[in-house]
């Protein structure tokens, strides 16, 4: 073996062989031939050597051989039909395993013994008061503060009468009274436009719910009569709550899923 | 007054649809219904009597009419109108025993079908394949393949001849029992996979050659399956299509998730009405003729112990087929019921008005089936909340819930005398009731998984259950 790079030099300044590269060719084309000679003539304790160390490389050979040919011809593994054959009437639905079934039923009375509920929206933004409710100034002087109005969409009932203004600490202007709520189905994925009953809950503070401030969380009830769900006992289901789910102040109107 | 003096009364015989027979009759007031139906059956004078039974202003008359008149208080003084329902001449026995688990399916059977007669019994399965059965000895006959994907639902044509199946990959095969060879082309054309599919009454067109076919996409195709093409397509669905029922006056119903059900009409495909009322998905359609529409010109009464084809020509199994669609249909439309995931069912009229006739709820959770009783007085809802409800099929009023099931109830099946009912649900048994009684008469475990369906064959001789342990039973007497 070479100690050192003279034989590169060389080549460098004199260049090759004239017939270097035939040679070289042939040489390499008739190694096959000389190795599989030896193969054949040694004996004894080196043949055995020899050949195992072959025969390893001979299964190797072929194994990355029948690797790239599976590559070439691409295989239609779809051709077999999904496991889970079903009717009909149950393909639309998601089977549920009987394990989980009875858990869900035991985390469900947990929840009920913690009064915790199931909402599509748990967490939402508390909004401060800085936020929703903007300082009115009055007086002759307009050094009195004591006067809020409401910066947020809200919802009154249908009886609603304005306290004398003199005494009236919230205002809540009619441009951001809301009657009506598009609210989703969430299996129908059907929208249907339906009047609000009234809040239920808005998740920032109870002084919000008591005046009817609409934000993202809150928890309104809305009637459903339109839609004609029926109790078991054949009575019609006309009320149900809905969950907020934009920005009403923002976008114009009130977006909301119901709760089944 | 001695002891010997009778009370009598005067009573009107009526039939269901309100019409005397005969005139006014002086009976004594402990007359038994046996007698009461010698009576009947001498004014009604046909040549073998009838086995009826009587109703006092809806109330049965069981032991005596005098105990009837009692519990209901009525003037003995005037005429008593007593209404008389002709009863199956023939009593189908409850069956017992498996007399075969049949397997060779290789994947779980999803459907299953006697024909007509009761001849034959295909079942179609989620390995692709539709295996005919001999039934005198209870061995596979054929295995039809063709089809790519779970055969969802399969339906023989009213005389017998031909079976067609529909699969996940929207098309449908036609093939025939005897040699279980593929008949005709290949039915494509739909995008989606097929959920229903209904062949033309026998009574109108005896060759049997239209199909209607049901699919996830919304649409329904009627298809000639002679010429193997699509002759017409109902669009107006928006969601899919659940099921589909051709009625015999030559109206088509169909039930879809997204909560209507629309009647059409079937010569020129035209929408007829919308009814509207389910709040969600509705699943099953049935119709009050659905039983002698299936059967067509064969007569339960009239079934021998090795079922027999069809025979005669065209025109006289269109007559007979006639008649008998007459005889139950009687003189009032027919009427519908669809069930829905809003756990109610609506009754409805559809060849009148579109305002529902009743609306049944008492369900705890969806309802997956519903069928009319053969002779079209009971109706019977299967639902996932473990029970089956009995409800009366031209009033809609709730009479039983037949409850003994653990889990879902999938599919039920009635026997030709419309006494007995067997229910397959998913804890893997088939039981059997007693409509009339509202009890359990046999409880049929031997299924190692769901049972996902049942049929009763119409000569009321077995019974066919298939499940997701991937084998056939047929139970008998």
Known sequence: ?260 | MSAADVERILIQFQDEAGEALGSPFDVPLDITPDKLQLVCNALLQKEEPVPLLFFVRDAEVVQSLGACVRTLELETEQVVPVVYQPQAVFRVRAVARCTSSLQGHTEAVISVAFSPTGKYLASGSGDTTVRFWDLSTETPHHTARGHTHWVLSIAWSPDGKKLASGCKNSQIFLWDPVTGQQLGKTLTGHTKWITWLCWEPLHLNPECRSLVSSSKDGTIRIWDVVLGRCEKILTGHTQSVTCVKWGGDGLLYTSSQDRSVKVWRAKDGALCRTLVGHAHWVNTLALSTDYVLRTGAFEPASATINPQDLSGSLEEIKQKALERYNKVRGSNPETLVSGSDDFTLFLWNPAEEKKPVARMTGHQALINEVLFSPDTRLLASASFDKSIKIWNGITGKYLASLRGHVSSVYQVAWSSDSHLLVSGSSDSTLKVWDVKTGKLVMDLPGHADEVFAVDWSPDGQRVASGGKDKCLRIWRR
């Open chain 1, 1 to 260: 073996m070479p100690q050192n790079e003279h034989i590169e030099l060389h080549r460098k300044r004199h260049g090759y062989r004239l017939d270097h590269h035939e040679k070289k060719r042939k040489k390499e084309s008739r190694e096959v031939h000389e190795r599989a000679h030896k193969a054949h003539k040694m004996i004894g304790l080196k043949a055995k050597l020899y050949h195992k160390q072959r025969h390893a490389e001979k299964i190797q050979m072929k194994k990355t051989i029948k690797m790239h040919e599976q590559r070439k011809s691409k295989q239609k593994d779809d051709d077999k039909t999904p496991e889970g054959a079903v009717p009909a009437y149950l393909l639309d639905r998601e089977g549920q395993s009987r394990a989980k079934v009875l858990s869900n039923m035991i985390k469900q009375k947990r929840k009920e013994k913690a009064g915790k509920w199931e909402v599509p929206l748990p967490k939402v933004r508390a909004q401060g008061e800085t936020e929703v409710l903007k300082v009115v100034r009055t007086g002759k002087r307009q050094k009195k503060a004591w006067k809020r109005m409401v910066t947020k969409v809200c919802f009154v009932g249908d009886g609603f009468t304005r306290k004398p203004p003199k005494y009236e600490r919230f205002i809540r202007p009619m441009g951001l009274r809301f009657k009506k709520a598009h609210v989703t189905h969430p299996e129908l994925k059907a929208t249907f436009c339906l009047p609000i009953l009234g809040v239920k809950k808005n998740p920032s503070s109870p002084l919000y719910t008591t005046l009817g401030v609409i934000t993202k969380g809150t928890v309104i009830e809305v009637n459903v009569s339109e839609l004609g769900l029926v109790t078991q006992g054949g009575k019609v289901i006309w009320g149900k709550y809905a969950q907020v789910t934009n920005n009403p102040e923002n976008d114009g109107c009130i977006n909301a899923v119901l709760l089944v």
